[in-house]
C-alpha cells in the first residue's frame, strides 16, 4: 500500500486500547501459532513467522526458541532442530542462509530462508522450552508447523490468505493471487475452479467445486459466497490453468484459505466515533479491549497469539476500505487508507457517496484454557459504525470500473451516485 503522512489530519476521538500487545498472564496456555503454507521460487527468500503464549509463573527464569525442519508429515525429534536460541551450532544445509528475528517480549518469531532451494521443502516447526528455577523444563511446537513448497522457472506460485474471517450474512470475497518467476505481464486464466473440504488435507476429500474468475487486467482469481452462514466453514483452494505467452500453467494450490464464519456477542464491545464531517485527511477512532472481547464470549483466554483490525462498508458487509493485503481493497480506495496507532483509521480521501457508514471490525485468535488444553480458537466483533458526511462544497473523486475503462466522476454532495464497487 502507498505510504501517504499528512500534514495535519483531523483526529476524531482518542485512541486508547488496552491490551493492544499480546497478552502476558500466569493463566496462559502453551500454543503456538503459524501458517499452514508458504511458497515461493528457487533463489528467492521466505519469511515464516510464529506466534506463541506460555504461562508465566514467579518461578520461570528463561524461555529458549528453535526451529525444527522434517521431510515427514510433522515435526520430529531433536535431530530435526535447525535453529536454537540458546546455542551457537551451525547447520550445514542452511548454514548462512538462515536468519531468526525473535522478541520474547511480543512473543513472536520468525525464519527467514534466503536463496531457496529445492531441499529447503520441508515442514517447519517453531518450538519452545521454557525453564523453572527447580531445574524443570517444559517444551512445546506446532505439531503440523508451516510447509515450505519452492517453485522452479516453469512454475508459478499461488498465495492465499490463510484465513478468511466472516460474520454471518456476509458476502465473502476469497482471493488467490498467482505470480511467475522473473515474469510481471499479466496472464490469461483459461480455467479457474475452487475445491471446498471440512477437512484440513489440501482440499483432497473435495465437497463441492465452485466456478471462479479473473480479476480484469489482474493476476488474481476470485469467488463470492453470499449470504454467508456457518455451513460455509471450511477450506477453499485453488485449482487454475494460466496461459502467458508460450506457455501454459497448470497449478492446484494446497495452500488454503480456511473461512471462519463466526458467531459475534450481540452487543457492541467495539467503541467507534457515531459521525464524522469529511473535508480533508481524517482519522476515525476505533477502540476496543482485547481481554474485554475475549471475555465477552466466556472464553477462557489462555494468550493472545494475534489481533487483526480491519475497516469495512457495505450493507451487507461485502468490500474492505482497509486490510493488510491490499488485494481485498476496493480499488477505489487503495493507496488511500491506512491504520494509525493499531486500529484508527486514516482517511486520505474520500470516493463518496454521502452518508455511508465505515465499520471496524476486529480479528483475535488465542490460545483458550481448558477443555479443551491448548485450542487455538478465533473472534469476531464488529463496531457500531461511523457515518461519513461531507462538508458542503467538497468535490468527491470516484473511480468506477467499467469493463476495460475507467471513467472518472466529479460529483458534490446535492449530485449524489449509487456507489459501484466491482471488482470485476
Request: one cysteine or more.
Amino acid at each position: 500500500m502507498q505510504q501517504w503522512v499528512p500534514l495535519s489530519p483531523t483526529v476524531v476521538g482518542s485512541t486508547f486500547i488496552e491490551g493492544s500487545s499480546l497478552f502476558q498472564s500466569s493463566t496462559a496456555q502453551y500454543c503456538v501459532d503459524q501458517l499452514i503454507r508458504k511458497e515461493s521460487f528457487t533463489g528467492e527468500s521466505i519469511t515464516i513467522p510464529c506466534s506463541f503464549t506460555y504461562p508465566e509463573p514467579k518461578n520461570l527464569i528463561a524461555v529458549s526458541l528453535a526451529v525444527k525442519a522434517s521431510k515427514r508429515k510433522f515435526c520430529g525429534d531433536d535431530t530435526d532442530i535447525i535453529y536454537n536460541s540458546s546455542k551457537t551450532t551451525k547447520f550445514t544445509q542452511h548454514a548462512e542462509r538462515l536468519s531468526v528475528q525473535y522478541k520474547l517480549g511480543a512473543k513472536t518469531s520468525s525464519l527467514t530462508i534466503k536463496d531457496l532451494m529445492k531441499a529447503d521443502e520441508q515442514i517447519y516447526c517453531c518450538r519452545l522450552r521454557v525453564q523453572f528455577s527447580n531445574g524443570n523444563s517444559i517444551p512445546w511446537q506446532n505439531l503440523i508447523g508451516t510447509t515450505v513448497v519452492v517453485k522452479g522457472e516453469k512454475e508459478m506460485v499461488l498465495e492465499q490468505e490463510n484465513f478468511i474471517f466472516a460474520l454471518p450474512g456476509d458476502t465473502v470475497t476469497i482471493i488467490a493471487r498467482f505470480t511467475f518467476k522473473n515474469q510481471t505481464t499479466n496472464a490469461n486464466v483459461t480455467k479457474c475452479n475452487v475445491f471446498m473440504s471440512t477437512e484440513d488435507n489440501g482440499c483432497e476429500d473435495e465437497i463441492y467445486r465452485i466456478t471462479c474468475a479473473q480479476r480484469t487486467n489482474e493476476n488474481i482469481v476470485f469467488f463470492k459466497i453470499k449470504n454467508s452462514d456457518y455451513s460455509h466453514n471450511g477450506f477453499y483452494c485453488y485449482s487454475i490453468e494460466v496461459s502467458l505467452g508460450e506457455y501454459n500453467y497448470v497449478g492446484r494450490n494446497s495452500l488454503r484459505s480456511q473461512l471462519l464464519v463466526l458467531k459475534p456477542i450481540g452487543v457492541s464491545i467495539i467503541n467507534q466515533t457515531t459521525e464524522v464531517e469529511f473535508s480533508g485527511p481524517i482519522i476515525i477512532n476505533c477502540n476496543f479491549s482485547v481481554q474485554d472481547i475475549i471475555s465477552a464470549h466466556s472464553a477462557g483466554d489462555g494468550g493472545t497469539l494475534s489481533t487483526q483490525v480491519y475497516w469495512m462498508v457495505g450493507e451487507p458487509r461485502e468490500h474492505f476500505v482497509y486490510h493488510p493485503n491490499e488485494d481485498y481493497i476496493l480499488p477505489e480506495y487503495r493507496g488511500k487508507t491506512k491504520l494509525v496507532g493499531q486500529s484508527d483509521l486514516l482517511l486520505e480521501d474520500f470516493p463518496g457517496p454521502d452518508n455511508i457508514t465505515l465499520y471496524c471490525r476486529v480479528a483475535i485468535r488465542f490460545c483458550s484454557r481448558p477443555p479443551p488444553p491448548n485450542f487455538i480458537d478465533s473472534i469476531l466483533e464488529e463496531g457500531p459504525g461511523t457515518l461519513i458526511r461531507v462538508q458542503d462544497g467538497t468535490v468527491l473523486r470516484s473511480q468506477f470500473r467499467l469493463g476495460s475503462s475507467s471513467v472518472t466522476q466529479l460529483k458534490l454532495r446535492a449530485a449524489e451516485t449509487c456507489f459501484l464497487s466491482a471488482f470485476l
